[in-house]
């Protein structure tokens, strides 16, 4: 993913931004300053470095959130770090896939069933499902691919509120493709899913290539995009879909930051005039091309 810290950078300016927090984010009632106690109630293996986490929220508590926003989880005694939500709203979860990096996600996946994480948010603006185009088209790379499935599944759950849908994804190898036993239900929501990876092997009969390859195999008018994933993949997906007429502004990519307070007090995400945890992590593609 992509990672620069560009204070000072030459990109568009505030007024340029659909985004502000408070429209945009749902809102857990302790707000984003106070860790909610969750309970780790499930724990998959996604692929051999990364685990899809279930959390139980404490009873009573309002805890609504948006297809693209994120949550600072804490490990008691190790720290804290941003980590997207990967489930949808629609379905009354709490999921959270963890790729192990370092020592916080290392911390996480160390947990058992039972154990608790501390959880701030939700965080960010999430995806303007309110401004989208009924027709999506969807592009991941890697562990990017985890903020998207909120929103397939999201689609899949309101499927006549949505037109044409097609998921582009790549990962590196088939063993690090995630969430492979939901490919066949997106399909069956009529959800056009393609799938690549860098490196096949002698069990993998799919694509081989880069996920901007498979945007030339889908039918789809000139609607909204959600990319998540490497800079030259995002710009290399948006590149393509400019020219089959996708307007710039329809083009919505999710960053990634270095973050610390994921409240806009920091100033460890910023992105020239923007708080990367508050006015994004989701931006338009004219917002931030200048960084990627
Ligand atoms: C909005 C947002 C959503 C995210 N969603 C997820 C998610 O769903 N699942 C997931 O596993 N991870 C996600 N991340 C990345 C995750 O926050 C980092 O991997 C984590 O902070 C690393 O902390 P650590 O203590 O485990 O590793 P560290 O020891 O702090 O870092 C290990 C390595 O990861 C790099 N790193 C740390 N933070 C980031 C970052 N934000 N972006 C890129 N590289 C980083 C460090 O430079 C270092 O090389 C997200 C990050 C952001 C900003
Ligand atoms: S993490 Fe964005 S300002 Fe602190």
């Not at 770090?81 to 290392?106: D, H, M, V, Y």
Request: hydrophobic content about 35%; proline content about 4%.
């Amino acid at each position: 993913m992509s990672d620069h810290d560009s204070n000072g950078s030459n990109i568009s300016k505030r007024n340029n931004s659909y985004s502000g927090c408070s429209k945009y984010s749902g809102q857990s009632s302790q707000g984003s300053y106070l860790p909610l106690q969750a309970e780790i109630v499930d724990i998959d293996v996604e692929s051999p470095n990364t685990y899809l986490i279930s959390l139980a929220l404490p009873s009573g508590v309002d805890f609504s959130y948006k297809p693209g926003q994120f949550v600072m989880v804490s490990v008691f005694g190790l720290g804290e770090c941003p980590i997207s939500i990967t489930s949808t709203p629609t379905r009354g979860s709490l999921q959270l896939c963890i790729r192990l990096a370092g020592r916080i996600t290392n911390g996480i996946t160390d947990s058992r069933i039972g154990d608790v994480l501390g959880i701030r948010g939700p965080c960010g603006n999430g995806f303007p499902l309110d401004r989208m185009k009924k027709d999506i088209l969807i592009a991941g790379g890697g562990s990017g691919f985890a903020t998207l499935r909120s929103l397939i599944n999201y689609i899949v759950d309101r499927r006549d509120s949505f037109g044409k849908v097609a998921v582009a994804y790549g990962a590196r190898t088939r063993q690090d493709l995630y969430f492979m036993q939901e490919y066949k239900g997106w399909q069956q929501a009529g959800i056009d899913v393609s799938v690549t990876v860098d490196i096949g092997d002698e069990g993998w009969k799919g694509n081989v290539g880069m996920v901007p390859a498979l945007i030339d195999k889908f039918n789809l008018p000139a609607g909204s995009a959600a990319i998540c994933g490497p800079s030259v993949m995002i710009n290399a997906v948006a590149s393509k879909l400019m020219a089959r007429d996708f307007d710039h502004s329809d083009i919505y990519v999710s960053m990634e930051r270095h973050m610390k307070c994921g409240v806009g007090k920091c100033e460890h995400c910023c992105i020239g005039p923007y708080h990367a945890c508050q006015d994004g992590p989701v931006f338009t593609y004219d917002m931030v091309k200048e960084v990627l």
